[in-house]
DNA sequence: CCAAATAGCACTGATTTGGTGCGCAATCAT
DNA sequence: ATGATTGCGCACCAAATCAGTGCTATTTGG
């Protein structure tokens, strides 16, 4: 129910991880040794966020994934893409937002709706995910991993949103 | 991937014609009727939402259902809580943002994850989720009805959001 | 009474998701 | 060289979720 998936999670902490290992090869095992993750699952997650371009592989005993680039300019949102296709709140035309940073095509279906043009919901809800899709890419690894975690209050929607959140609604 | 369910969306367009009946019991067979949407599927989601509280039933020949509130008092997150259960970005820790207004009880499963003290993603994770919740719960159903459409627009969010999302990245 | 509508319950089929098995290929330490 | 370690490719399974349906009972207006 509108959650991210197990695989995407699994990504997330591995990534997190080597931002803290910055310039040096991690190998899946260290990492599903750290957390309990189920190793082989971990495994096939790495490898697709190595196909996307966001982590370079290097196999052999000392062999393992590296970010490709500095912890800033990975987003969430990419991960997410990655793992699991383009965030979508619908199964409406796809995303306009195109995260020029992302080496993987936009697998969307196109506008898979068969009621596209009657709709009277598709514009809002496109714009409510885009907002949603602004929040993914917006957090970086390096908000992710910050220890002390500012985290999403690191960029200026934090505070806002933040906020928002204790309003009675 | 990271979408909302048809159910809910069959919900969000049933809730929106409503906004244009105010006062009346309409019956799904009208809503079902003017959008191409499953008669059988669109009951039991209507039946979702009565049960939740967003919606007054009324049954017989002239039966059918009502908003029971104005369209601004109740927001998209009461339509996906009640048809989905409570937004959730990760399986983790049973939403912070108690939304008073919902007549249902939280039935997050608590901190399902066998992993949480140790996992180094759980609190920006969560924090991620509340942002996505935030979003919800800041779009009324007047902004999804709104025709030209100012939506997510109309609240204070909507115009960073907006612009944050022409960010190169 | 009859037609129209919700309420309740159970159920099927398709899709997604979490997770695994296994052999092959590359690489490094010894 | 050789074996241990690591990633790669591909196929596969089981559980959960989801879209959608059937049927019957109950309420209500005409
Ligand atoms: S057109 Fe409407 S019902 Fe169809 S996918 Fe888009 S928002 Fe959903
Ligand atoms: S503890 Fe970490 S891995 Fe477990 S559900 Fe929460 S975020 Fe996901």
């Known amino acids: 129910m509108l959650q991210l998936t197990k695989r ?10 080597m931002v803290d290992r910055p310039g040096v090869f991690v190998s899946a095992r260290e990492i599903c040794d750290t957390y309990k993750v189920p190793r082989r699952l971990l495994a096939e997650v790495l490898k697709t966020l190595s196909k996307a371009g966001l982590l370079a592989s290097h196999r052999g005993a000392t062999g393992g994934y590296m970010l490709v680039r500095e912890p800033e300019l990975t987003s969430v949102a990419q991960a997410v893409s990655a793992l ?5 709140s619908s199964s ?6 195109d995260d020029s940073n992302s080496l993987f095509p936009i697998l969307d279906s196109g506008s898979g709706c ?16 885009d907002g949603i899709w602004s929040l993914l890419q917006q957090t970086s690894l390096r908000d992710l991993a910050a220890p002390t975690a500012a985290a999403v209050n690191a960029n200026p929607l934090g505070e806002l949103l933040q906020s928002a959140q204790t309003l009675t609604y």
Chains 1, 2 share one sequence.
């Open 8 to 17: 995407t999670e699994y990504g997330l902490i591995a990534l997190v991880h």
């Open 84 to 88: 699991e296709g383009n965030p979508a």
């Open 92 to 97: 409406c035309s796809p995303s306009p937002v």
């Open 114 to 129: 068969d009621m596209s043009p009657t709709c009277p919901i598709k514009t809002p809800i496109q714009r409510l995910r």
